[in-house]
């Protein structure tokens, strides 16, 4: 299994087929969800916290703390699955959506090597 070949649909049902076994969907309201999406990507964060780049690039060439990393990581996209479920939205669309409009924002030739928001691209 990789990202080469599992879908966005075949994790979500995935995600959903794990809820449902627990019957645990009564407990997924949107509010919910978003503060337990909130929680696991604060979990992400102590992961770099007080950390600079080089020290965090140490950490990943050992396998704990990359699992570490990525059992967060999952946990975020777990629950952004069932986000995406509770609010009925298509993950891929509103991506592919966004990726455009941030295109047009971030023209590349305004926008290359800059770290700007748009409204400071001149």
């Known amino acids: 299994m990789s990202d080469e070949t599992e879908t966005i649909a075949a994790l979500r049902a995935r995600a959903l087929r794990f809820r449902d076994e627990r019957s645990w969907r009564s407990f997924h309201k949107p509010k919910d969800l978003v503060l337990a999406l909130t929680a696991e990507v604060g979990e992400l964060c102590e992961l770099v916290l007080w950390k600079d780049h080089d020290e965090i690039a140490a950490e990943l060439r050992d396998e704990p703390a ?11 996209q777990n629950l952004l699955l069932l986000l995406a479920d509770a609010l009925e939205l298509d993950l891929s669309d509103a991506f592919v959506r966004k990726l455009a409009e941030n295109a047009a924002k971030y023209p590349v030739a305004k926008a290359s090597g800059r770290a700007r928001k748009y409204t400071e691209l001149d």
């Open 66 to 76: 990359r699992r570490r990393f990525a059992d967060e990581l999952a946990d975020v």
